[in-house]
């Protein structure tokens, strides 16, 4: 049974950082994506950012340059989402998603995920 266990949500002020973490269990091997979606109030789901492997990395452009989406380990199957100078405009609710192999292209396609979370929610404050 596949699982992806989120973490690291809260509110904070904007400027400062937040990191958020997802673990996938009930995938085996490495060749994982592992993306995180979010979604603010009357909007619809958006991408943030996503990793596939050691080099592929992808971005919303609103927040290149203050997130980092990285790997906790060799493994490959929890992933850390480190941000930094937020903004007002990162609240919501931020969604890890996994897909086993490559990132789906495009990678912001909701529909291509085969594997949810529940979801934390980020309140960014100014």
């Known amino acids: 049974q596949v699982q992806l266990k989120e973490s690291g949500g809260g509110s904070v002020q904007a400027g400062r950082s937040l990191t958020l973490s997802c673990e996938v269990s009930?995938?085996?091997?490495?060749?994982?994506?592992m993306g995180w979606f979010r979604q603010a109030p009357g909007k619809e789901r958006e991408g943030v950012a996503a990793?596939?492997?050691?080099?592929?990395?992808?971005y919303h452009a609103s927040v290149k340059g203050r997130f980092t989406i990285f790997w906790a380990d060799a493994e490959r199957k929890k992933v850390f989402l480190q941000m930094n100078s937020l903004k007002t405009e990162d609240t919501g609710m931020y969604y890890c998603?996994?897909?086993?192999?490559?990132?789906?292209?495009?990678?912001?396609?909701?529909?291509?995920?085969?594997?949810w979370g529940q979801g934390t929610q980020v309140t960014v404050s100014s």
């Open positions: 998603a996994a897909e086993p192999g490559p990132c789906p292209l495009p990678w912001t396609d909701t529909s291509r995920y085969r594997d």
């Open positions: 990793r596939y492997g050691g080099n592929f990395d992808y």
């Open positions: 009930g995938y085996t091997g490495r060749a994982n994506c």
